[in-house]
């Protein structure tokens, strides 16, 4: 069955300090992970995508990495902000091409 | 140019009646894709389309769901007879021709539908 799993659940840090959210996934045939920002209220914004061959990839202060042999990605965030209260979910794509497996997300909160 | 654009944003109806929820995707894009998130969970495909056509609605309830996607206009998400099983966020989404191996969704910001 596929599916993808995130860890922590949620995650409370203090502003400037750095974090990694996890995640781990079973999609078969695999195509690409992506990593997408929810804000409360909102429609996911998408951060990354990565394929089978990339390893890493970075958006600002976002860097994602991908181990395809342990299905295993991560996010991780440097110097937080206020701005970064989120949920942050991993998304695989089969290579179907348009269906995407959703994990729960993390639900990242940034405390002054 | 604007983004995918969702209306109403918020829908309260009582158990029995219909609700009819639009989508109009970004200018140029021709695929969208409809999802539901309940709360706390994390978003559930429903139906993909093209103009006209309905590719993949393996996600989609058999029965009270449709969606169309006419030639002219926005998409609709109708749901007939809502149950309170219903409420929940639904979002859609819009990609161009769907060409390359990594193309990319745009999200709408959703309608929250709560059945009273």
């Known amino acids: 069955k596929n599916q993808v799993e995130q860890s922590p659940q949620s995650l409370i840090i203090l502003e400037g300090k750095n974090c990694t959210l996890q995640?781990?996934?079973?999609?078969?045939?695999?195509?690409?992970l992506r990593w997408y920002k929810q804000d409360t209220g909102r429609g996911p914004v998408s951060l990354t995508i990565?394929?089978?061959s990339e390893n890493t990839k970075s958006n600002g202060r976002y860097t994602a990495t991908l181990d395809a042999d342990t299905k295993q990605s991560s996010l991780h965030i440097t110097a937080s902000q206020l701005s970064d209260s989120a949920s942050y979910i991993c998304?695989?794509?089969?290579?179907?091409?348009?269906?995407?497996?959703w994990g729960a997300g993390t639900k990242l909160i940034i405390k002054p | 140019n604007a983004g995918v654009m969702q209306n109403p944003r918020h829908l309260v109806r009582r158990r029995g009646q219909e609700a009819r929820l639009r989508c109009s995707p970004m200018k140029g894009h021709s695929h969208v894709y409809w999802y539901r998130q309940l709360p706390e969970e994390g978003l559930k495909f429903m139906v993909y389309l093209q103009k006209e056509n309905i590719i993949d609605e393996s996600g989609m309830p058999k029965e009270r769901f449709s969606a169309e996607f006419p030639k002219e206009g926005p998409s609709i998400l109708r749901i007939q007879q809502v149950v309170r099983g219903d409420s929940a966020a639904y979002f859609c989404?819009?990609?161009?021709?769907?060409?390359?191996?990594?193309?990319?969704?745009?999200f709408g910001p959703g309608t929250r539908l709560t059945v009273t």
């Open positions: 998304v695989v794509s089969a290579r179907s091409n348009y269906q995407l497996i």
């Open positions: 995640c781990n996934y079973t999609v078969s045939p695999f195509s690409n």
């Open positions: 989404a819009s990609s161009p021709s769907v060409g390359r191996t990594t193309y990319e969704q745009y």
């Open positions: 990565m394929t089978f």
